[in-house]
């Protein structure tokens, strides 16, 4: 398993910790005082994943295993651009030539936008590109939360209308509905599902 940025866990329905998957491993470990953590759910705090953590060994066996690939080579400088030896071209823009084929009609409407065919495509393009960020950022969300809702509350009561103004993106209705579950477990499902709408959950 590929360690995770930022884990979760809760004792039930108590969150007992939150932050990097070493840390939190070597948490559950201690507090559990065993290898394995029956009763205690551990997930990926963003994308809702629920995880299984081997907890046999010692610390620092656990650190090793869960501990973020690449910590030191974070440290390190990264590369600047000016160290980079530029090619010909455009290099501070990064343009690249390739043919593109369109029908005589759609040049025509490209040559007479401002700037010309390019600057018209590369508008277009980033438009383009902004509006599937949007809604692929919107279903990751919805997915996150609903892993999250279906590991933990379940067989709850208003899970199946808290999932339906999920996907409808109504996150007042969401709330009403979220609102008598326990309070760890509500709060991290809002923050999955409205992240713009919650507070961030204290570290």
Same mark, same amino acid.
């Given at each position: ?6 884990? &979760? ?6 969150? &007992? ?10 948490? &559950? ?29 010692? *610390? ?44 005589? =009609?759609?040049? *025509? ?23 599937? #960020? ?20 379940? *067989?709850?009561?208003?899970?199946? #209308? ?23 477990? =509500? ?17």
């Amino acid at each position: 398993m590929t360690a995770t940025s930022t884990a &979760i866990a809760f004792d039930n329905t108590t969150r &007992i910790a939150i932050g990097a998957l070493a840390d939190v491993a070597l948490l &559950i470990r201690r507090r559990a005082g065993k290898p394995t953590h029956e009763g205690v759910h551990v997930f990926d705090a963003v994308s809702g994943k629920q995880l299984y953590l081997d907890l046999g060994g010692s *610390d620092a066996d656990i650190f090793a295993r869960y501990a973020a690939p690449g910590a030191e080579a974070a440290a390190r400088p990264a590369t600047t651009a000016s160290d980079t030896p530029r090619g010909p071209g455009r290099p501070k823009l990064g343009v690249v030539a390739r043919e593109v084929t369109l029908l005589p =009609r759609h040049w *025509d409407w490209l040559s007479a936008q401002p700037g010309g065919a390019s600057v018209a495509l590369r508008k277009l393009v980033e438009d383009a590109r902004k509006t599937h #960020e949007q809604s692929g950022n919107l279903r990751a969300t919805q997915e996150a939360a609903y892993r999250f809702m279906s590991a933990m509350a379940g *067989d709850w009561r208003h899970f199946e #209308e808290a999932t339906r103004a999920l996907y409808a993106g109504d996150a007042m209705r969401f709330g009403e509905l979220t609102e008598s579950w326990p309070p760890d477990v =509500r709060n991290h499902a809002r923050q999955l599902a409205f992240p713009a709408a919650s507070p961030p959950s204290a570290t």
